[in-house]
């Protein structure tokens, strides 16, 4: 596509969100990531969080991060961009080691990933022996070797219930372990960083999940006050919060999924206005495939993370071949497995 075509196709979606002159330069930036896209047979993969215009000019597939992995494991291209965070390109290699995997912002991590580590995960099967560990996806590939399977938003108790298990341990996230507790009728704990008395069989456990207390420094400032307020202002307004929201948060609002779920519903239902409990930017792509709905936005609360990939450092990755994740053979073996795993339930 040229300039041209690329920028009215962004125009159309984009024009009461993005102004017009950034959608000009975004554009041209547009038309050279994927000119060398294809000049390098890559595919470029974007998370649901991702700017408006990166969002809606350059990715292949677009996607929460169950269906970016999907689409990590299926792709046949030499190289894999990947618009979204470290853990999610980890993913993509774990999943493609003959690959080249591209993250465009060096630093770009997530809290939940460095809530734990793989001696954390260690530790936690030496106290609790025998029990399975599940481990939601948001971590980094050497606690994703430690576990037997991974989970993402859009699976997590049906992940749990799959391991037909008393007990399990999942990690890192204490929000979504709790509302996946709700979910499944599971009672839950969080140990002590002490075990208190030394190590316990997994029957004679009382508990059926053993959580960690991990946060997403996003999801964990929404509050039911918030809700309150906005309730009070917008009767009509339906409220979509992530798993990665409190249990009380997740609880007063009208539905909570993943990032694609939420999308899919905010598409199937007819409310005349909403509200997502998430990333800000993905309000906006939301709010320009909806024009006949309104969204309303909690902007101040946003992903310094997702945040850091832009169109520009995407371009330096394609031309300068930047930043390439790399995960030891060994650790990615064991990861794949879990990850694999995973996909295979859905
Ligand atoms: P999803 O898998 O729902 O897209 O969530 C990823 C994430 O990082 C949410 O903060
Ligand atoms: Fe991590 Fe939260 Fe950012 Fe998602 S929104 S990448 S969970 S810090």
């Known amino acids: 596509m040229s300039v041209e075509e690329i920028y009215q196709d962004m125009k159309a979606k984009l024009h009461d969100v993005v102004p017009d002159f950034e959608l000009r330069y975004k554009a041209e930036l547009a038309v050279e990531i994927n000119r060398l896209k294809v000049e390098k047979n890559a595919v470029i993969l974007g998370h649901n969080y991702m700017e408006p215009a990166l969002y809606y000019s350059i990715p292949d597939y677009k996607g929460d991060s169950l269906g970016l992995s999907r689409k990590a494991a299926e792709t046949d291209k030499d190289i894999i961009v990947f618009c979204g965070v470290k853990f999610m390109a980890e993913t993509a290699k774990i999943l493609n080691p003959q690959k080249t995997v591209l993250l465009p912002a060096e630093k770009a991590g997530c809290s939940l990933a460095e809530s734990i580590t793989a001696e954390d995960v260690r530790d936690l099967r030496a106290r609790f022996p025998g029990v399975p560990v599940v481990t939601y996806v948001n971590t980094y590939a050497d606690v994703k070797a430690e576990c037997d399977i991974c989970c993402t938003s859009s699976n997590a108790a049906a992940v749990v219930e799959s391991l037909h298990s008393d007990t399990v341990i999942f990690v890192p996230d204490e929000y979504l372990a709790r509302n996946v507790a709700q979910e499944t009728g599971k009672h839950i704990i969080f140990p002590t960083k002490i075990p208190k008395a030394g190590v316990r069989s997994s029957t004679d456990l009382d508990y059926q999940i053993i959580g960690w207390q991990g946060r997403c420094e996003v999801h964990e ?19 979509l919060a992530h798993p990665e929201c409190s249990p009380a948060v997740v609880a007063a609002s009208d539905f909570s999924g993943s990032t694609s779920a939420m999308i899919r519903y905010v598409e199937e239902t007819s409310a005349p206005r909403y509200l997502l409990l998430t990333e800000c930017a993905m309000g906006d792509n939301v709010a320009a495939e909806n024009p006949d709905k309104e969204m309303l936005r909690l902007c101040s609360v946003r992903c310094p993370h997702m945040n850091q990939i832009t169109m520009e450092d995407t371009l330096n990755a394609l031309k300068y071949n930047r930043y390439v994740i790399e995960v ?19």
């Open 221 to 239: 400032k929404f509050t039911t006050e918030d809700i309150a307020n906005v309730r009070a202002q917008f009767p009509d307004v339906v409220i």
């Open 328 to 346: 030891p053979e060994d650790i990615r073996v064991r990861a794949a497995r879990s990850v694999e795993r995973m996909i295979a339930i859905g």
